[in-house]
């Protein structure tokens, strides 16, 4: 039971360094820390349907995670994000003279 409390504290840490560091995968970590703590107290703390809400939000966020920097990565290639004097078609607001 000390061992899966360890393993579970472990894997929080990670999941919260995994909120910093891109290459970590932070909340399945965390999860994944959720489920030990709760065998480690015989599913005691946590309901059943708490780590089903957990486990859909933890989909969710990790889908997230992957779709939102390509559709961003997508939009800066086309130049959507672009200033409109680092675009393409170099269209010029026409300047008043001032006399």
Partial sequence: MIVLIILGVICLLIGIIGCVIPGIAG??????????????RRWEPFSVQFLIIMAVITLVVTALDYVVPAAGAKRIVRGDCLLPSLRDDHRRIPRRNHR
């Fill in 27 to 40: 909340p399945p970590f965390s999860f994944l820390a959720l489920i030990l703590l709760s065998i480690a």
